[in-house]
Structure formats: structure tokens, C-alpha cells
T-cell receptor, first 111, second 114 residues
């Protein structure tokens, strides 16, 4: 069964802690993406990766980091430097220049 | 910078009413256009897309969209909505020079009442 999995669905952290969100895909897509969704702001691109071992900053990369060591995996770390980390985080993947497919999301709450 | 505008933030309709959601983008070159839908508690999923050819695009669940290049628009339409169409709808654009970067609008929340 092909698709994109994100875990966990809900995540709670204390302020000042780094947290890593998981994203795995078995669609054999080359490109993977991380978005942040906030009410009334749509989806904003954090980071994206077109091939393994390479990634680019999106529009709101500050306070986030990523790695792409395997084609199937693109974890996102929300660092303590991110000023407003509470949000809904969506991972997506695509073939190069194709439409993006989205995972179910992780809702992160930092208190 | 490239941007996407969705002017309708919240739309409330009765079942069987017609729907049109506006989407305008700011980019003068070749674009690919998308409408995504997010049903309550579900994944964001693709409704329809335009890459080239016929500017009237048909998608899933009876939705369609028309690309009007002169107006930089890609409005979403459905002749008769159902309660199950209650969802958030996002327009998205990518340009010919950066085909991996998708720019999203802020979304339109549609509520359909029986």
C-alpha cells in the first residue's frame, strides 16, 4: 500500500527542546517537502529536497533543520530557535515536476 | 515574489447551491495550477490540476476549474454542492523555472448545510 506516513500524529514538547518529526514515503518519489500550516495562512514551505543528500530552504526555514540520507525519508527537526513552533506540519513528496502527494500531518504543540 | 490569492476566506452554502471559489496568481510566465482539498481529519488531496492544453479542467467529485491566462485566474467551480463538500480548499501554483516549488494560497473554508 503506497503512501506517505508521518509520525506521530500529535506531539507535545516543552519550550527549549528540539523535536524531530518523521516522514517516510514508499512511492519512489525523488522530491520531498515540509510545509507548515497555520490557520488563515495556508501552507508555507519550510524545506524541500529534490535528491538524496541535497535540500534547499523554503520560505520559512529559520529554526528548522532537515536531512535526506535516504530517498524514502525526510525528517524535520524543529529546534529551540523556532519562535512559534506550535503548528500543523505536513510532509509531501512528488516525482520531479509532478504533483505533490501529502501525508496525514503531525500536530506539534510546544508549551 | 510569486503569490497566490484566494479572496474568499469562508464560504457558507446550502446543499444544491452552485460554488465558485476564486484563485488569482502573480506570475507572468508559464505556470502549473492545482486545487487541493482538505476534508475534516483527512489528508490534503489533489482535486484537479492544469499543466497545458484545454483550459477547462475536470477533477474528482464533479469539480472543475478554468484557467484564464489573461486574468491570471484559476477559479474552482461545482454546479451543485453537497454536505460532503464541506472542507478547506487550497489553490496552488508553480512556475516553469522552479517546478519543484509549489506556492499555496491561504485557503477557503467551505461549509455546506443540508
Amino acid at each position: 500500500d503506497g503512501g506517505i506516513t508521518q509520525s506521530p500524529k500529535y506531539l507535545f514538547r516543552k519550550e527549549g527542546q528540539n523535536v524531530t518529526l518523521s516522514c517516510e514515503q514508499n512511492l519512489n518519489h525523488d522530491a520531498m517537502y515540509w510545509y507548515r500550516q497555520d490557520p488563515g495562512q495556508g501552507l508555507r514551505l519550510i524545506y524541500y529536497s529534490q535528491i538524496v543528500n541535497d535540500f534547499q530552504k523554503g520560505d520559512i526555514a529559520e529554526g528548522y533543520s532537515v536531512s535526506r540520507e535516504k530517498k524514502e525519508s525526510f525528517p524535520l527537526t524543529v529546534t529551540s530557535a523556532q519562535k512559534n513552533p506550535t503548528a500543523f506540519y505536513l510532509c509531501a513528496s512528488s516525482y520531479r515536476a509532478g504533483e505533490q502527494y501529502f501525508g496525514p500531518g503531525t500536530r506539534l504543540t510546544v508549551t | 515574489a510569486q503569490s497566490v490569492s484566494q479572496h474568499n476566506h469562508h464560504v457558507i452554502l446550502s446543499e444544491a447551491a452552485s460554488l465558485e471559489l476564486g484563485c488569482n496568481y502573480s506570475y507572468g510566465g508559464t505556470v502549473n495550477l492545482f486545487w487541493y482539498v482538505q476534508y475534516p481529519g483527512q489528508h490534503l488531496q489533489l482535486l484537479l490540476k492544469y499543466f497545458s492544453g484545454d483550459p477547462l479542467v475536470k477533477g474528482i467529485k464533479g469539480f472543475e476549474a478554468e484557467f484564464i491566462k489573461s486574468k491570471f485566474s484559476f477559479n474552482l467551480r461545482k454546479p451543485s454542492v453537497q454536505w460532503s463538500d464541506t472542507a478547506e480548499y487550497f489553490c496552488a501554483v508553480k512556475n516553469q523555472y522552479n517546478t519543484d516549488k509549489l506556492i499555496f494560497g491561504t485557503g477557503t473554508r467551505l461549509q455546506v448545510f443540508p
